[in-house]
């Protein structure tokens, strides 16, 4: 049973099914001769414009200017997204790091987690897993089998085709098949649209134990020799026949198909599939509709009312006050990400706690600390000249540039201003070529087959610039870019203005909410709406799905857009960034954050681990891209770089913080560790220990590329006295009377 939660939320409790008082459940209505219920539209989000200039705020200019793009590049690296894509989706922007990626990629057959189940497409053949888990201390994984599949009986070879897509689902079609799935995430149904009569064939790699039907035909239970016990409703009679010990077929049917394993092969649970299966959603999408809140809307066929499912971070942030559900707390399926839990009603509302962006420390400095700081800061600044950037890569320059920026911000708080003009010009000197297109060795392009930009090195190497040029990492190096932009347009509004549609640019290529077919990039690239984290895996096919290591860096992505919307005065850019970053947070809290006795994870990998390295959509793994299991300073490290005020709300939980440091701490005795990685462990030591940290960071004799010791100095100096508490969403939240 899962714990009273803040929330006010009606719930039943399927083991007795009994009424709840506050608003006793009614049956629905029968079905009407057409029995479809298409939900009501709902507003239409903006999408973040890339104007040219820096217009004002009442233009007389009756037409709207052409955004600003880099120069276009015919790609050598980029797969062809026509195979999988239907002609009119072909026109418009693709998603490149999406939940559905490998059904876009090489022959489309690699396997989708779609909450509960496992699909995979092949062979004009859909094949759906209820997954088992494989665990140890070092990681654990869903295992795919084909539990059912499902095709025509007369299996004309064809490649599946997504005919549309949307937040929270894709229709994907075998057209010579006469067969059309919606597959919607979190869905307990595989629901399948069959047309023209056809014959349809429902196989197992397991042995079928019994199979029967109800008399009218409408539902056949399959009893497997897994232990598994799985329900086929149909819109009207169908015939189906158990022709061999693992193959049913049908005589030619056409209408709606639904199919569903029952929880734990529990019979309690059978009537609540029973009660919900005539109600089935073909699309559902993600609206922001104000500051701090999301709502799912899924359109819905059939009749009555629909049950899908929630992860453990959908049931911490549901809004009781704003929508109308129930749910149904002992009504679960197993998965990966934590017990996935029935929730019934058409639309839901996500807020999660506000999160407050700001460009200095949410608590202040003490005037006794701003000598050590003002010492580190003049170093500091006098080494950018002494030391050009060298590096052509985009991430490793992004980083460099957005060090420089943090020291101007820092100047700022401690109010030593005679470094600005240094740190000013070192930031036009060195963001002005990449935005010009005159930087030697790199640059930003624009794609237009999928819809993006990419580097010049990474649009002829798929491994330049760590897969940027295939969509990787895009979130993690624009965002280093966006936030010293942000601090340049801050300190130097002229040159803001005059950049302010490349800024823009950049932004929009993983900040863009709209939908147009117009449009120049997908909407929110990385960010998935309904795991409620980025995913950093572009254009590459793995048998896991997309995969994200570096939260930190995700959380970077959303707050420098939101300092982009502070600089340009954009409400929308900041509300938009700030709420991606609060909800970044709670998915880095909730899945890569290991905390002792948590149960989201086997007990063998929670002792074992304090952090995620690398998260996939199918598993997690303890080693990281560049480090093993065994670097733990690494492991912390990319956990929390960079450095900034929003560092303290992703490691708000003190108690977890020390366990973390603590976990971490032996490493730091190994041969080799390098000094940058242990400023990180220091930088957490300093949230409970201030001057034990502060004498460790002092004795430091280098830093991570992207941190120095002026920043570490401030983040210690700047911690406020211990028992404080981060202060998150307390008195400095812009947007909390919208909460």
């Known amino acids: 049973m899962l714990k009273k939660i803040r929330r006010r939320v009606k719930t039943l409790i399927t083991k007795s099914f009994k009424k709840p008082k506050s608003k006793p459940y009614k049956p629905p209505p029968p079905p009407s001769p057409n029995p479809s219920i298409p939900s009501p539209s709902p507003p239409s989000e903006p999408e973040i414009e890339v104007p040219t200039t820096m217009s004002p705020p009442h233009s007389h200019h009756t037409h709207k200017q052409t955004p600003f793009l880099f120069p276009q590049t015919q790609s050598t690296v980029l797969p062809d997204p026509s195979p999988f894509f239907s002609q009119n989706l072909l026109k418009t922007p693709l998603p490149t790091n999406s939940f559905f990626q490998n059904l876009t990629l090489k022959n489309g057959d690699q396997p989708e987690y779609f909450h509960p189940y496992l699909i995979k497409s092949a062979s004009s053949s859909l094949s759906l897993c209820y997954p088992s888990r494989f665990s140890n201390s070092a990681f654990l994984y869903q295992v795919f089998n084909a539990d059912l599949t499902i095709s025509n009986t007369q299996n004309p070879q064809e490649r599946h085709v997504i005919s549309s ?159 109308d559900v129930t749910v149904l707390e002992d009504f679960k399926y197993k998965s990966i990400d934590g017990d996935l839990v029935g929730v019934v009603g058409d639309s839901w509302v996500l807020k999660p706690d506000p999160v407050s962006v700001t460009w200095h420390s949410t608590k202040g400095i003490k005037q006794d600390s701003y000598s050590e700081i003002i010492s580190a800061l003049t170093k500091d600044v006098e080494a ?127 900040m863009n909410l709209g939908r147009r077919a117009n449009s120049n990039y997908p909407r929110l690239r990385c960010f998935d709406l309904y795991k409620l984290h980025s995913w950093a895996g572009g254009l590459t096919e793995f048998g896991d799905g997309r995969n994200q290591e570096s939260t930190s860096e995700a959380v ?72 093993p299991p065994e670097w733990k300073e690494c492991r912390l490290g990319i956990q929390l770089l960079p450095i900034l005020p929003i560092s303290e709300v992703l490691f708000s939980d003190v108690a977890f913080v020390r366990q973390l440091v603590e976990w971490t701490e032996p490493a730091l005795s190994r041969e080799g560790v390098g000094e940058g990685w242990k400023g990180f462990v220091y930088a957490l030591q300093g949230i409970y220990d201030k001057q034990g940290a502060l004498a460790k960071i002092r004795s430091l004799n280098g830093y991570d590329d992207g941190n120095s010791l002026t920043n570490l100095l401030w983040w210690i100096h700047s911690r406020g006295e211990e028992g404080d508490g981060c202060g998150i969403g307390e008195n400095i939240c812009w947007f909390k009377h919208y909460h």
């Open 165 to 323: 897509f949307n937040d929270l689902n894709i229709t994907l079609e075998f057209p010579s098949s006469n067969l059309r799935f919606f597959l919607v995430r979190g869905s307990p149904f595989l629901t399948c649209s069959v047309s023209n009569r056809t014959s349809i064939s429902i196989s197992t790699i397991h042995a079928i134990l019994s199979f029967s039907s109800n008399e009218s035909r409408t539902k056949y239970t399959i009893k497997l020799n897994n232990n598994q016990t799985w329900l086929v409703y149909t819109s009207s009679s169908i015939d189906l026949t158990n022709t061999s010990v693992s193959l049913i077929t049908s005589t030619g049917f056409s209408g709606i198909v639904r199919i569903a394993v029952l929880p734990e092969s529990d019979p309690q649970f059978e009537s609540v599939l029973d009660r919900f299966s005539s109600c089935y959603p073909v699309s559902g999408e993600a609206v922001f509709t104000k500051p701090f809140a999301l709502e799912y809307k899924w359109e819905k066929k059939g009749w009555g009312d629909l049950l899908m499912l929630a992860h453990p971070l959908h049931l911490k942030l549901i809004n009781g006050d704003d929508c």
């Open 384 to 510: 950018l000249n002494s030391a050009p950037i060298a590096t052509t890569s985009s991430y490793f320059y992004g980083k460099l540039i957005a060090r420089a920026a943090r020291l101007a911000l820092i100047a700022e708080e401690v109010g030593y201003l005679d470094v600005i003009p240094a740190i000013k010009k070192y930031l036009r000197d060195t963001i002005e070529p990449w935005l010009d297109g005159t930087f030697g060795g790199n640059g930003f392009l624009h794609d237009s087959k999928w819809g993006g930009i990419v580097t010049k090195q990474g649009s002829a190497d798929s491994g330049a610039d760590f897969g940027f040029g295939i969509y990787n990492d895009h979130h993690y190096h624009l965002g280093y870019f966006i936030y010293a932009i942000s601090v340049l347009a801050k300190i130097d509004p002229a040159w803001g203005r005059k950049y302010r549609a490349q800024a823009y640019s950049l932004a929009a290529d993983y």
């Open 556 to 627: 970077n992505a959303y707050y420098s857009a939101a300092l982009l919307g502070l600089a340009y005065g954009d409400t929308h850019l900041v509300a938009t960034g700030s709420m991606l970053a609060a909800l970044e947070i709670k998915a880095a809290q909730m899945w890569w954050q290991v905390k002792e006795g948590d149960n989201i994870y086997e007990p063998d990998f929670t002792r074992e681990n304090r952090l995620v390295g690398v998260l996939w959509a199918n598993k997690r793994d303890s080693g990281l891209w560049f480090a």
